[in-house]
């Protein structure tokens, strides 16, 4: 059984959200995963109240990262903007298992202004080569965005296994 790890780093007024990734993570291991002989295992963060260190070196062992934010990016001089950070450099890094960094984020009720520091990340990420970027409405749209994204991974997964089986061959 291979085991891949798929990290959530989200603000704890997104609590309804990680929840879902964890009945999403869970769905798909046994719908999709199970068969396969791949099973994701989920980790999350929604304080950081955890050393950054710490949150680090998890980010480094997983091989997928999505940060979820509404209308923050985390507690003032200590965000999640960072911890994206960590998983692009992973990203970037031959060495290292991270496959992919993608960006959620929740849109804002009708009349309520985007926080500047989220926008200012929001368009950084649309300047920059390469991270998919989602919108999402509610948990329901969130669900189908993590479900659809965790279901193209493992396809990428028994491509990349069944392609290495061939070339013993």
Known sequence: ?????????????????????HEAVGACNQEQGLALGTL?????????AHAQG??????HACSYYLLAADNTLGISGNTFEHDWWVARQCCA????????????????????????????????LAAADGPRCFDFRDAAEF???????????????????????????
Do not use: H
């Not at 994701?40 to 950081?48: A, G, H, M, N, T």
């Not at 993590?146 to 997964?157: K, P």
């Open 1 to 21: 059984m291979m085991l891949i790890n798929v990290f959530l780093g989200a603000p704890g007024s997104l609590s309804e959200e990680q929840g879902v990734f």
């Open 40 to 48: 994701y295992v989920p980790l999350c963060v929604s304080r950081k």
């Open 54 to 59: 710490v949150i680090d070196e998890n980010i």
């Open 93 to 124: 890094d031959a060495k290292s298992p991270m496959r992919e960094a993608v960006a959620l984020f929740k849109r804002q009720p009708e009349g309520r202004p985007p926080d500047p520091v989220v926008e200012k990340f929001r368009t950084s």
């Open 143 to 169: 669900r189908a965005i993590v479900r659809g994204l965790l279901t193209e991974w493992l396809g990428a997964i028994a491509q990349e296994a069944a392609n290495t089986d061939k070339g013993r061959s």
